[in-house]
């Protein structure tokens, strides 16, 4: 089993940053493919960004691509989302996600791929 706690939301205004992190235990992550999604009020969740498990592949929606930048930390256990260039329209709570059915190459996309989940962590943009 594993569990997952994202930290690192919070309130700020368009144009600041946050770096999120989702931290895991109960198992070692190494081969792990990683996600994250977010969902805003009203609206289902929706991909943001991925990592594949040896770091060396990702993969971002286009909404954050440029912005956005995933990073693993193997030995803490740990998957981080730099998030730049912040704007109203990326308020939404973030899910971190985890699995280890795929190959290291591949960065996955798809919610319903994910085992494990995390709480999630509220970011909220204001204008």
């Known amino acids: 089993q594993v569990q997952l706690v994202e930290s690192g939301g919070g309130l700020v205004q368009a144009g600041d940053s946050l770096r999120l992190s989702c931290a895991a235990s109960?198992?070692?992550?190494?081969?792990?493919?990683l996600g994250w999604f977010r969902q805003a009020p009203g609206k289902g969740r929706e991909f943001v960004s991925a990592?594949?498990?040896?770091?060396?592949?990702?993969a971002y929606a286009d909404s954050v691509k440029g912005r956005f930048t995933i990073s693993r930390d193997t030995a803490k256990n740990t998957v981080y989302l730099q998030m730049d260039s912040l704007k109203p329209e990326d308020t939404a709570v973030y899910y971190c996600?985890?699995?280890?059915?795929?190959?290291?190459?591949?960065?996955?996309?798809?919610?319903?791929?994910?085992?494990?989940w995390g709480q999630g962590t509220q970011v909220t943009v204001s204008s």
């Open positions: 996600a985890a699995d280890p059915h795929y190959d290291d190459y591949q960065t996955i996309t798809l919610a319903y791929e994910y085992d494990y």
């Open positions: 990592i594949g498990w040896s770091g060396g592949t990702t």
């Open positions: 109960g198992r070692t992550f190494s081969t792990f493919a």
